[in-house]
């Protein structure tokens, strides 16, 4: 196997780590002070989109881009390295029009939209000029089993009236947040099919009925661009903004899910780096008891298991997207669930490590570290807990074995076995 990256994909990475290097990171500073004082600050961002795409780094996610349209065509291995250069500043995917939820909710339009739905919401988020959100997730029901979701999506002659609330909503206090893409119940419960019940629509952000309740503080950090809950109470809209067909819900979610969770695992990684870098240097710049933190054994064991478990993540991320490239989301369905139980799993242990070699300094916000840690956790419930990943990656494994019972007994040493195999003597 060749595990190089293409000469192409490696001229994009340097040019992605010298976009963040000169334009990015002399504003990260005040990028934080902005939104730790509750403002977003699009004259920062704006800007930089604006040298990105001029660059040629825009829409480098979407393999599916038209002559027509604007951005980078890639596919999913050849942006994951991207993505993972992107991931080391948190605020950067946007400045490359890369940023989730936009990037999973452009890849909908583009397979699902109508002409007139493309021409309204697709080619404006392509330009970005907007942005949008994804509302999926109930507070009031188990919604790991996406069919127990119960907001309810009914037809009344030219409209669809939407009841129900939502909630872990990124992106509806952006600026620039325009829609929502909502999924609801559109069947009755005696359907045939539990995954023939649910639809999406296309919710404009100022439709009457549609609130922003609050920003949900996810262990005390509030999100600049939110993580909202939101409630409908008879929001209406027209029948034309119905994406895709009644009850292709869940087949829009697994379209959505794939390409998605590839990109937010390598933006994991990216982190990863960084926080080993970041406890590298501390390492090795701190002294305690007479010497260096570096000498310590404990210490180069976080350090090592680190390095090998980044890497083996990234193997495995890798491996993943190729999938996707040449067998499309259906066949890499369990490679997809792998890798995002994987990547939280690595963040949250990398991380730990790091603020641990940090000392206090690692819980403020002085570093980045803080604000990961609190992301790495938070990824062990989005896009699905581990343990559904974990159920789904078990039941795979035993259909496999099981379509073959007993082929393995071969390499047992059966008695009958044990008696021919004594040598005479």
Same mark, same amino acid.
């Given at each position: ?6 000469? $192409? ?23 934080h002070r902005e939104t730790m004082a509750g403002r977003f600050p699009l004259d920062i961002m ?108 009914? $037809? ?57 309740? $609050? ?40 379209? $959505? ?120 956790r938070a990824l062990h419930f989005l896009d699905g807990p581990d343990e559904v990943h974990l ?35």
């Amino acid at each position: 196997m060749d595990f190089e990256f293409s000469a $192409r994909v490696n001229a994009l990475r340097q040019q992605v780590e010298e976009f963040l290097d000169r334009y990015m990171l002399p504003y990260n500073a005040q990028w934080h002070r902005e939104t730790m004082a509750g403002r977003f600050p699009l004259d920062i961002m704006e800007p930089l989109k604006q040298i990105a795409r001029s660059e040629g780094l825009w829409n480098l996610f979407l393999p599916a881009l038209r002559d027509d349209e604007p951005g980078t065509r890639l596919t999913n291995l050849e942006y994951a390295p991207l993505a993972e250069i992107m991931g080391r500043l948190p605020w950067a995917s946007e400045a490359f029009n890369c940023n989730a939820p936009d990037s999973g909710n452009m890849e909908l339009l583009h397979l699902f939209a109508t002409p007139e739905q493309r021409a309204q919401w697709l080619v404006p988020l392509l330009e970005g000029e907007i942005r949008s959100c994804f509302a999926m997730s109930e507070p009031d029901v188990a919604s790991s089993d996406a069919t127990n979701i119960r907001t309810s999506i009914r $037809r009344e002659g030219d409209e669809y009236v939407l009841n129900g609330r939502k909630w872990f909503i990124t992106g509806p206090l952006h600026p620039l947040c325009r829609f929502a893409i909502v999924m609801g119940v559109t069947g009755d419960d005696d359907d045939t099919s539990v995954h023939a019940r649910h639809s999406m629509v296309i919710v404009p952000m100022d439709t009457p009925g549609m609130t922003i309740v $609050r920003n949900i503080p996810i262990l005390h950090h509030h999100a600049i661009e939110g993580q909202c809950e939101i409630v409908f109470r008879n929001c209406r809209v027209p029948v034309g903004n119905l994406l895709g067909a009644e009850g292709e819900g869940f087949a829009l979610a697994q379209a $959505r899910l794939g390409p998605g969770r590839v990109h937010h695992c390598m933006r994991t990684i990216g982190q990863c780096e960084l926080a080993l870098d970041l406890m590298c240097e501390r390492a090795l710049e701190r002294r305690t008891f007479g010497r260096q933190v570096s000498a310590n054994a404990n210490v180069q064991d976080w350090i090592a298991q680190s390095r090998v478990e980044i890497d083996m993540a990234r193997l495995l991320v890798l491996k993943a997207a190729a999938r996707l490239d040449s067998h499309g989301n259906k066949a890499a369905k369990v490679d997809v669930s792998a890798i995002k139980l994987v990547a939280a799993q690595l963040q949250t242990r990398v991380l730990d490590r790091a603020i641990q070699v940090f000392g206090a300094m690692g819980l403020t916000s002085d570093t980045p570290l803080a604000y990961l840690y609190t992301w790495g956790r938070a990824l062990h419930f989005l896009d699905g807990p581990d343990e559904v990943h974990l159920r789904l990656i078990a039941r795979d494994e035993l259909a496999r074995v099981g379509a073959n019972l007993g082929r393995n007994t071969r390499y047992y040493t059966l008695p009958e076995q044990l008696d021919r195999a004594v040598p005479a003597r």
